[in-house]
């Protein structure tokens, strides 16, 4: 899981093609994140300051829920020079 909030377009478009998480697997979140903020990088890899990170490869099919949340994540690595 990069993102605890659940904010990534496949989280829906994917949630029926998915064999192992469905979007409703997001309540399982819910009880690691406790009363702690979505959003912190700490909890949610997505919103890390990403530039110091070493070089880093990403699976994900396009079925997947988290393929959006793979993406964003990329983008954001290859942004600030990760090599991806």
Do not use: W
């Amino acid at each position: 899981m990069l993102d605890l909030e659940g904010t990534g377009e496949s989280m829906l478009t994917n949630s029926g093609h998915n064999p192992l998480f469905k979007a409703g697997d997001l309540k399982l979140g819910k009880y690691y994140l406790g009363q702690n903020d979505p959003r912190d990088p700490r909890i949610s890899p997505l919103y890390a300051d990403l530039k110091d990170l070493s070089p880093i490869v990403i699976h994900v099919g396009t079925d997947e829920i988290l393929l959006s949340d793979s993406i964003r994540l990329a983008e954001k690595a290859r942004n600030v020079g990760v090599d991806v």
